[in-house]
């Protein structure tokens, strides 16, 4: 094994995030379940955007909002997503270029549109995710670059990668390559209504090997286990040999291995404005700690303060640099 | 005069902002002044996004911002200004009407984009602009819609209005509208460079009646006396028999009357995180409380509370509704 040119390289769905603040009411008449993504068509996502309120727009995508955070933290970070050449398409490549990420997926030239998530954000700080995939469906192994795959420590995966047909090859293709160069494969389960679509192949995934690192929160893995009881679903993780970070809101999070449970608490935060990114950063965190070769709850620790930043203000990227914020802490030396 | 179907239209350049945090050195080593407002081209505006960092984007332009801040008071607003049918101006005509303005201008189905504006934000969270103008340069007489200036009680227009040519027409066709439908005329001075520009005309609609309200900062009104001393500026804008509003950053603001100068304090904030947008939303408080029959003091209240929520949080258009706000801090009944 070779020394790794990248510390995390992410593979998963390139979204421009659409935000707006709503009520609850707003969600209610229309249906949608709070907290959850729900894949909309190009024509809903219209309809919806006409009736929603002003909006901002940034960069999102849930393992690209890692891979970003990872670089935040100043990692060596890449990041392979399909876009297309518009102005949504121009405005992901910019950011996550801009945010220091080697960003190699050539952007289509034709087709659907860049994928765009409507993210209703109610006055808890919830937010409720409707996502137009567009391009993100035309993402296949094609698009999977080996050299960087073979040249990352850590490969990312998202969940939702299952959602547009050809991705899920291109996660396997990428699982592959990187075991085959002796790099590890995450995964994180990225939504508990994702779990119900795929549970028997995520479930295949842990059990097969395919996945070193798993991340979850706490209603994905009772959703992966179909069990109402987290502490049923803990056990049945803790015998599948590998690592698992279960996340729990304010309550913190488990560090699962074979050898046990270590629970690590969460950073509290003055106000939660925006929940969108907080399980996202806590893996961005998570995994540049395992890249340093941190120990586990290190790692959870670096996860934690990472997500209590984003959910300090609107968007799923950081707002501030991670380094300095994780020094400043004492997480990480001068 | 019947009664007005507006409480206040803007007309002004209609902006997508394109925000990203900054450090010092960034400004220096392009020579860009801090805090102020600088036109560039297109090229020029590509070349710095570029080179800038992942960036937010939110709906911006001047007298815009204020307009859509009046409306979150509860006002009855319209605004006037130009877009490109691109997925920018898209992104500006969902947002105002989003935010429950009126917004007759049709988008420019050919030639130049959206106007954007390359907002830098540094540590302190002081503003730094670049425009490119884009379609913004075609906003002209035609696009004046007198029976909308004749609705409102005030026409509120902004001095960046000066820099496309046809626009300066639009202003002066619009405030002979207002003033014969015995309507009242305002305007802002804009930036201290804008000024520098078009200091004699400024002038000279200050003088020729052609404004009955004026917003400053403390900046643009030294500029525009070409005096270092601002008590020399006050007093001169004190002999032409407008209602005056000169802000002051922290220090507050003063209410400037031929009758007298009275002084309105600032609202702190915990913490300065982008004050773009400030004088905007000072301006929209103001003439939302002007609207309301409200006297002058009360009026710099709902400025400086606007102002407060808006140099909160990244982008220039308030995230909390203002009427709630002023509610719970007595400045507004139930």
């Not at 690209?64 to 955070?69: E, Q």
């Not at 405005?91 to 952007?107: E, K, L, N, Y």
């Not at 056990?235 to 809101?249: D, E, I, N």
Request: charged residues 20%.
């Amino acid at each position: 094994m070779t020394s790794a040119r990248f510390d995390v390289l992410g593979i998963g769905n390139a979204i421009i995030d659409v935000l707006a603040r709503t009520e609850d009411d707003f969600l209610i008449k229309r249906g949608l379940a709070k907290g959850s993504m729900q894949l909309i068509s190009e024509a809903d996502s219209e309809a919806l955007y006409h009736d929603m309120g002003p909006a901002t727009l940034i960069s999102g995508g849930s393992a690209a909002n890692t891979i970003v955070g990872v670089s935040s933290f100043g990692g060596k970070a890449a990041f392979i997503g399909k876009v297309r050449n518009d102005a949504a398409g121009e405005a992901f490549a910019h950011d996550i270029r801009a945010a220091g990420v080697h960003f190699p997926t050539q952007a289509a030239t034709e087709g659907k549109a860049t994928a765009k998530c409507m993210i209703l954000i109610t006055p808890d700080g919830e937010r409720t995710m409707n996502t137009f995939l567009g391009t993100c469906q035309d993402l296949g192994p094609q698009d999977v670059d080996a050299d960087c795959v073979k040249a990352a420590q850590i490969t990312y995966l998202e969940g939702y990668l299952w959602d547009p047909p050809a991705a899920k090859q291109a996660f396997v293709k990428a699982a592959d390559i990187a075991h085959q160069a002796g790099r590890k494969v995450a995964l994180t389960l990225s939504d508990s209504f994702c779990v119900d679509r795929y549970r028997d192949e995520f479930l295949d995934l842990i059990n097969g090997g395919t996945v070193d690192i798993l991340f979850a929160n706490m209603h994905e893995l009772r959703s992966l286990y179909a069990t109402a009881d987290l502490d049923t679903a803990v056990a049945a993780l803790r015998r599948k040999g590998l690592l698992a970070v279960v996340t729990c809101s304010e309550q913190g999070a488990l560090v699962v291995e074979e050898a046990g449970v270590q629970s690590c608490p969460a950073v509290p935060v003055e106000r939660v404005v925006d929940t969108t990114g907080a399980g996202d950063l806590y893996a961005a965190g998570f995994l540049f700690g395992l890249s340093q070769g941190r120990a586990a709850l290190d790692c959870a620790r670096l996860g934690a303060l990472a997500a209590s930043e984003v959910i300090s203000h609107i968007g799923a990227r950081p707002d501030r640099n991670l380094r300095d914020l994780a020094t400043a802490e004492g997480l990480l030396g001068h």
